[in-house]
């Protein structure tokens, strides 16, 4: 039990380190801000007339789908944090530290859910200024952003092994497009919000007669899999370092 709560420790120091972060890069604060919102009011105003669908509104369906693709690439941040932190030399000076293994990795993700956080507020606000609505109340709409952050943060596991395998931020950038797109299909968040088509889904599709659920399946899967990766690759460059 302390040696949990000493890598817990350990991985809240790592996560603060990287929050402040923001103060003295601002063109993080760009990314997580700026970007959220030009990804709805592109699609609302670009799409949003040219596309029709029967008997709904289609910038109510699209941001939910926006939701999910922008948290998804969201989490290239905790890819490319780690490869920069291996390039400068900063995962040594953690080596000489008496801290966890695996603070570094653990802190890393957890810091992206603020990242995350932050994103989602920006687009909630844009959506609501396109004519996005929530249907289905707010405590439906909460369980809705909590969905999108737990599968955000699934997916930077992904990106974190990815970024401690490739040798710069440059190389997690170019990769993530491969690994994320995919994935970005995934989250099935517009039954929370109440922004799905009219009519029932498809019986013979179980995913989408459970989207939630469907969807905390591959967050569950995505953790199991790619956080032992993620951890055991640290292991390993520090063992080379």
């Known amino acids: 039990m302390e040696r949990i709560t000493y890598a817990v420790g350990d991985g809240v120091a790592i996560a603060r380190r990287n929050i402040i972060k923001i103060k003295r890069v601002p063109e993080i604060l760009f990314s997580v801000l700026i970007t959220p919102l030009v990804f709805v009011l592109l699609f609302a105003y670009v799409f949003g007339s040219s596309i029709d669908i029967p008997g709904g509104a289609y910038r109510e369906f699209l941001i939910g789908g926006t939701f999910a693709m922008t948290l998804s690439f969201g989490a ?5 944090g780690l490869a920069e932190d291996m390039q400068k030399g900063i995962i040594d000076r953690f080596r000489s530290l008496p801290m966890s293994q695996s603070a570094v990795v653990f802190g890393r993700t957890a810091s992206d859910v603020i990242y995350n956080a932050l994103s989602l507020i920006v687009m909630a606000g844009a959506g609501l200024m396109v004519g996005w609505r929530i249907h289905n109340g707010i405590a439906s709409a909460l369980l809705g952003f909590g969905l999108l952050l737990l599968f955000a943060y699934a997916l930077s596991w992904v990106m974190a092994y990815v970024g401690l395998l490739v040798p710069s931020p440059e190389v997690v950038d170019n990769a993530s497009f491969m690994v994320i797109f995919p994935m970005t299909f995934v989250a099935n968040t517009r039954e929370l919000f109440g922004n799905i088509p009219p009519g029932p889904p498809d019986p013979t599709v179980w995913p989408l007669q459970n989207a939630v659920l469907y969807t ?4 569950v899967t995505i953790i ?3 956080a032992p990766l993620a951890v055991n690759r640290y292991k390993k460059v520090r063992a080379k370092s």
């Open 224 to 226: 199991a899999v790619f």
């Open 216 to 219: 905390l399946i591959w967050v």
């Open 76 to 80: 290239v941040f905790t890819g490319a």
